[in-house]
């Protein structure tokens, strides 16, 4: 178990780098407001603004944004009485210009730094025990803090301005309108402007390595089954032994056809494989990189047992999947289908966007838009599943839209082929025999961290490191799809 300082330290160098400067200036408005000064209105907003929107972005990291929601409202109330009243305590004068002349105070400086505190407090704790950001006390205790920041640097806004000019004080009785408006439109904002970047193209995003070796005639041909919806999903089928099959997924942006080797490799040592492509992806579905709602890879996969015959009792099935299509494994593993598979294998998989197991953008794989990902996840926990179609990642490749790749995923692809942000709590209940396999080289991830996570985890996942591959050749070079299929016989 990592110490105290150790968690510390992981806090901080995964906080992103936006943040810093950003504290800089908090702290630097906050120096400035010691001593008298003469500015407008809009200046005095710049903190309580900033409050504001950490406290809201902080309800979407949560587990349940709902329950955070309520209790950060309710800590808003008290808050801006308070604020209020701080605010009317400071010694201002209204100009005939309407700009303001305060007397110096430590209310400004105070303020910005508990905004960071009450984030990195509850980071260290979080970080420390993540179980607890599950429970119920620490979401509302998070929702909460956050509420009470925002509504005593409202409320003091407010306060400063209402001082020495009966002019004002009708106009905070709109107030709690304001404040919902400027919710309103900060979301609106956020969901409308917000959008994975532009990332440089690499190399082994546009084509496998090897790929262009491949015989043709060797890759079978598209299947498809029905989905209860009435869409297609695709697959391709690598026939042996009929009481042993594989579902074989694939990895993000990629189909059905990028397995084609680890296919190849499993059907040598014995598994009938059926090798899908997700919804979204390899002419699955109906649109490409998207779904129509965040469960729908889940249903996809039960129709796809039931449509293949493969729910027969006498059959041994074995999900496998490949970097996202590895989290997708892992989700299965830990949820309520979990019994549909007798065994699970994970190459290379993508965990969490904060597990230790993940380099930056994915090793500059992903681009990924944040502050879009939050709102929608606000208002999906609020049960307002809206905008989900819109994109949230891009990945790093030229390539198109097409019926072997995907270069984006909306909202409710995103979240549907990975597991939640209680990640740990579910890779800790997963009780199917499971193994995780992913080459030392690995770029997208840390290879070395996957151990010491699922030691402390889930110890009855077999995690193996396969020497001198990289993240695709786990998928391209024979060594190691040979080292997967074998893995795999293991679990038998």
Same mark, same amino acid.
């Given at each position: ?39 407008? &209105? ?9 409050? &504001? ?5 902080? /309800? ?54 508990? /905004? ?62 304001? &404040? ?124 796809? /047992? ?8 006498? /059959? ?177």
């Amino acid at each position: 178990m990592p110490s105290p300082f150790e968690t510390i330290f992981q806090i901080v160098t995964h906080t992103p780098l936006w943040v810093w400067p950003l504290m800089a200036l908090v702290v630097w408005l906050g120096i400035l407001g010691l001593r008298p000064r003469t500015l407008p &209105l809009w200046r005095l907003a710049i903190l309580p603004v900033v409050g &504001l929107l950490f406290s809201v972005a902080g /309800i979407g990291q949560l587990p349940r944004p709902a329950l955070a929601s309520v209790t950060w409202l309710a800590a808003l109330a008290v808050g801006l009485p308070l604020g209020l009243w701080l605010g009317r305590r400071r010694a201002v004068r209204r100009l005939d210009d309407g700009r303001f002349e305060l007397a110096g105070g430590w209310f400004m400086l105070a303020f910005g730094l508990s /905004i960071f505190a009450v984030r990195y407090a509850l980071g260290v704790v979080f970080g420390m025990a993540p179980a607890l950001r599950a429970e119920p006390a620490w979401i509302a205790l998070a929702g909460g803090s956050g509420g009470l920041v925002a509504g005593i640097g409202l409320g003091w806004l407010g306060g400063v301005g209402a001082v020495r000019s009966s002019r004002w004080m009708p106009r905070l009785a709109w107030a709690p309108a304001v &404040l919902v408006l400027l919710v309103v439109a900060g979301f609106a904002g956020v969901i409308a402007l917000s959008a994975p970047g532009e990332l440089p193209r690499l190399m082994a995003g546009d084509s496998l390595p090897g790929s262009d070796k491949w015989n043709p005639a060797e890759i079978p041909a598209v299947q498809r089954v029905t989905a209860r919806d009435g869409a297609p999903l695709t697959y391709r089928l690598y026939p042996g032994r009929p009481d042993r099959a594989v579902v074989l997924v694939h990895g993000s942006s990629g189909a059905s056809i990028s397995m084609h080797k680890s296919a190849q490799a499993l059907q040598a040592a014995g598994a009938t494989v059926y090798a899908i492509s997700l919804r979204g992806h390899g002419g699955s579905g109906i649109v490409n990189g998207d779904t129509s709602h965040a469960d729908q890879l889940d249903d996809d996969l039960m129709d796809f /047992i039931a449509a293949t015959g493969l729910s027969d009792p006498k /059959i041994q099935r074995t999900l496998i999947g490949f970097s996202s299509g590895g989290g997708f494994v892992l989700r299965t593993a830990s949820g309520p289908n979990r019994h549909a598979f007798d065994a699970y294998l994970a190459i290379s998989p993508y965990i969490a966007q904060d597990s230790p197991t993940t380099r930056p953008a994915s090793g500059g794989w992903a681009s990924v838009a944040v502050p879009r990902v939050v709102a929608l996840s606000i208002l999906d926990g609020l049960g307002l599943p809206l905008f989900q179609n819109l994109e949230v990642v891009r990945f790093a490749t030229a390539a198109r839209p097409s019926e072997n790749r995907t270069p984006a995923y909306s909202f409710r692809l995103a979240v549907g082929l990975q597991l939640s942000r209680e990640w740990r709590a579910e890779l800790a209940r997963i009780d199917r025999p499971t193994a995780i396999v992913v080459g030392a080289q690995d770029e997208l991830f840390r290879a070395e961290q996957y151990r010491p996570l699922f030691g402390t985890l889930d110890k009855h996942v077999v995690v193996e490191i396969v020497p001198a591959f990289g993240h695709l050749d786990m998928i391209a070079q024979e060594q190691a799809v040979a080292a997967v299929a074998l893995l795999w016989r293991r679990l038998l």
